[in-house]
Structures are given as C-alpha cells and as structure tokens.
C-alpha cells in the first residue's frame, strides 16, 4: 500500500523559508514521477513541480523557479520542497504526490498525501 506522509508546514513571515518533506513508503520512487501540489483558498489545486526518477525535474509553473527547488533522498525515501522568499500567495496546502510520469498534470497521479498547510502573513 502507498503512503506518502508530508510534514514541514507551518506559518512564516513574507520573505522567510520553510522545507516540506514528503515520506514515501510502499512505492519505488526510481522510474516514477514525484510531484508537489497545492491549493490556496478559493482555487483549484495546481501543480508546483516535480522529479522524474530523482533526476528530471519540471515545474508546472514556471513563476515559481528560483524560489522552489525539489529535490529527493532515495535513501530515506523523501522528496523535499524547499520554499525561499515565499509571499502571501503562496499560502494553502500542499500536497505530494506520486505517478508513473510527470506530464498530463494532476490527473496522472495516483498515490497522494493528506497535505501539509503553509500560511504566509505578510
């Protein structure tokens, strides 16, 4: 049975950083797609990024470059997103998420987290 366990949100100033972590267990994250979402109040969950075979990495918004960097430990079976200089908009929950590939958005993945919640006052 898959399980993906995020842990590391919280509440963080405007300008600050916070590094989510994401346990995996029951799925190989080799040769599978790994990917970050989220949802802030009164939108649709989008995609944030992902890692295709700990190597491959696209960001489905492109925005968030230079702020959001993926990254995963096959050792600890863990992906991490860490979050730098994060704004108010950047609030809501995220979720991680595990699929044979990354492109075709949300719906090509099939193993999900409960969500972590990141609020960001300004």
């Known amino acids: 049975q898959v399980q993906l366990v995020e842990s590391g949100g919280g509440s963080v100033q405007a300008g600050g950083s916070l590094k989510l972590s994401c346990a995996v267990s029951?799925?190989?994250?080799?040769?599978?797609?790994m990917g970050w979402f989220r949802q802030s109040p009164g939108k649709e969950r989008e995609g944030v990024v992902a890692i295709y075979s700990g190597e491959i990495i696209t960001y489905y918004d492109n925005s968030l470059r230079g702020r959001f960097t993926i990254s995963q430990d096959n050792a600890k079976n863990t992906v991490y997103l860490q979050m730098n200089s994060l704004k108010a908009e950047d609030t809501g929950v995220y979720y991680c998420a595990a699929g044979p590939y990354c492109s075709g958005g949300a719906r090509v993945f099939n193993a999900w987290g409960q969500g972590t919640q990141v609020t960001v006052s300004s």
């Open positions: 029951g799925y190989t994250q080799n040769s599978h797609c």
